[in-house]
């Protein structure tokens, strides 16, 4: 199958700092990239969509100018967590999708701990 | 928002026990897809449907796509070990190009 990497896997911060999460779709070409964050024992919740080239969609309740998103190519996303605060603790996951209707793949995730 | 209802929440199975879980929605749905998720890692495709009433087989694991494309089921046979996890079912409705809709969850846990 289609192979999704993250990186960095788990990031450590301080508050107030901003922390980049880079999202690669490494052996296929993602017009569409998602990214989720996920709290323990529950499902994923769907951040934001973005289309390459294209401003990134934000889901109800999502802060744009908090999660910025960048979708400058079509192998790779990053979702930057501006300012973060220990309420942004989170597990990051981003899925990448080839064209339209097709199966979703994600990524192995990051985990942020904001100190 | 999460709109797939997935059952149950969790089971506790003994080695060698055939499982299965299930999706519904009151939304028609074009695709539905079953992952897996261990720890601290991404969701995993385990498989993917895309015709009402399609049913699809990977090893142990056979799923459906309901004949109403409201629900789908997932089953596991002979479950083993390394079959512990989180199993999500997930959807695409009306629009193939909306983001996936995800279930809730189901954990697993298999007794040896």
């Known amino acids: 199958g289609a192979v999704v990497s993250q990186h960095p896997s788990w990031v450590i911060c301080k508050s107030g700092t901003s922390v980049k999460i880079e999202c690669r779709s490494l052996?296929?070409?993602?017009?569409?990239m998602f990214w989720y964050r996920q709290f323990p024992k529950q499902s994923l919740m769907l951040m934001a969509t973005?289309?390459?080239?294209?401003?990134?969609?934000?889901e109800q309740g999502v802060e744009k100018d908090k999660f910025l998103i960048n979708h400058a190519s079509l192998t790779l996303s990053t979702l930057t967590v501006t300012s973060a605060h220990p309420e942004d603790s989170s597990f990051y996951i981003c899925s990448a999708r080839g064209g339209f209707g097709e199966t979703q793949y994600f990524g192995p995730g990051t985990r942020l701990l904001v100190l | 928002g999460q709109q797939l209802n997935q059952s149950p929440q969790s089971m506790f199975i003994q080695e060698g026990e055939d499982v299965s879980m299930n999706c519904t929605s009151s939304?028609?749905?074009?695709?539905w897809l079953w992952y897996k998720q261990d720890p601290g890692e991404g969701p995993v495709l385990l498989i993917a449907?895309?015709?009402?009433?399609e049913l699809t087989s990977n090893g142990r694991l056979t799923a459906q796509f309901g004949i109403t494309r409201k629900d789908s089921f997932l089953n596991i046979s002979a479950s083993i070990p390394s079959d512990v996890g989180i199993y999500f079912c997930a959807g695409h409705r009306n629009s193939g190009n909306t983001p996936l809709v995800f279930g809730k969850g189901t954990r697993l846990s298999v007794i040896a």
């Open positions: 052996d296929f070409q993602a017009t569409t």
């Open positions: 973005s289309n390459e080239g294209s401003k990134a969609t934000y």
């Open positions: 939304s028609i749905f074009n695709t």
């Open positions: 449907l895309y015709k009402a009433g």
